[in-house]
């Protein structure tokens, strides 16, 4: 039994000036991360939320600090109503439906979670960020420029956006960032002085503004020559809450629009010809006889099919279908790590070194016929839905240095000796990206 002395110690600590140490937390994963955006986008202005899947019988458990009221109900039945009208059209790839959902969706979770959005945006805590924010665009941009490091961007980034697909210089970019650093800054204020008459698009827009500024790399290159470490964190830890319920809100649908049924059809954002093209080029050989020889004698006219149609027919392999299946139901061998699988044949190429990046990404031991593999690829491969990107990039990465490896031992085969052999590798460009929701942050920010 809980004694009066411990609370009377709780009411005694809790009006104290000084805080406890934060003790810190196990590193998210993505799945932690969906479950931390779903728990707040259910919460409102609630204190806090807390959910857990129950998977085996399809049902989410939600808790509160406080007891749920009517409204939060109805609330609920909607919000997943509509996920699962959603989910529904990621499965057929019906984009109309889909945008239409979204618009919905957005239209009653943020008119639910206004209070708690405008809390987060007016809060007297962060008025120092907005303060030293206001110090930004007076900075000199021709100094900037020289200063400004940054590593490879990301192809879902308005950084690459921008720079990239735009060709914008460096210099044009900061000012845009300015701009929306200007936006935060002048807007916040008008926001909380019509707290109650406030319209859904206001607070979307501002919550857009600052989720841009919180994922580009150039603009936290400005702020670590600008500001000193503390300043840094205390400026993206206001763009991170202010900007938290829209990202959670993408997460969300960036999950679902990965959602694929055991069969799949791909629809290729350029010809295999294309693609096989680049490669060429990127590995250092020329468009010469070497590259007709062996269009002629490997390709001829199998990639026709692909590049006239531009879809693919994929499936889930039978032995990546029974290790999705161990992986979400959690089954584990009970007397040591390795799990051994029946097959009725050789695994091909990509499930050998796909099984080998779980096992070492899921700390497993999934075993079958040892890895050996057929030596095969197919094209009607296909990943297990909702798989991590970075286990995505690693199988791609394989694929390219596979096909590069081959192309450059034809090289040194077929080719003359030439001056171009030391020539320096160029990257390829991997345009299986989805910038979908980037984008539409964009469009949010320039609709007025």
Known sequence: MTTPGFYNKLIILSIF??????????????????????????????????????????????TRNKQLKDNDEEYFDKFFGLIREYSQHCLTSNQHGMNEIYSSLKSIIFEYNKNKC?????????NDVVSNLEKLPNKNVDDLCEKITYNILNKDSTDYYHLKENKMSLKEYILILFNWVNYIISNRDPIRNNESNLELKIIWKFQATAELLYHSEIFRSMLSIVYSIDNVERILYYLDKVSAHRRSFNLILKTLNKRKSEYDIVELKETPSSSFDKIWSACGLHNDQTKTAFHNEYIQNKLVQYDTNLKLQTCLHSEIRMIDYLIEQNIKEVHDKDVEIGISTLPCYLCSIYIEKLNIDFNRMFYVTALITDGKIYPN????????????????????????????LLQSRIRT?????DKQETGIDDDDVNNTFMLKTMNDIEEQ
């Open 17 to 62: 000036p000084f805080k406890t140490d934060k003790h810190p937390t196990i590193s998210k994963t993505r799945r932690h991360s969906f479950l931390d955006g779903l728990a707040l986008l259910l919460n409102g202005s609630n204190p806090c939320t807390s959910v857990y899947p129950l998977l085996k019988e399809k049902k989410v458990l939600i």
């Open 381 to 408: 491969w296909m990943f297990r839905k909702n798989e991590e990107d970075k286990i995505i990039n690693y199988v791609n990465n394989q694929l390219y240095t596979f096909i590069k490896n081959d192309l450059q």
């Open 417 to 421: 000796k030439s001056g171009d052999s």
């Open 118 to 126: 405008i809390k987060r945006i007016t809060d007297d805590l962060f």
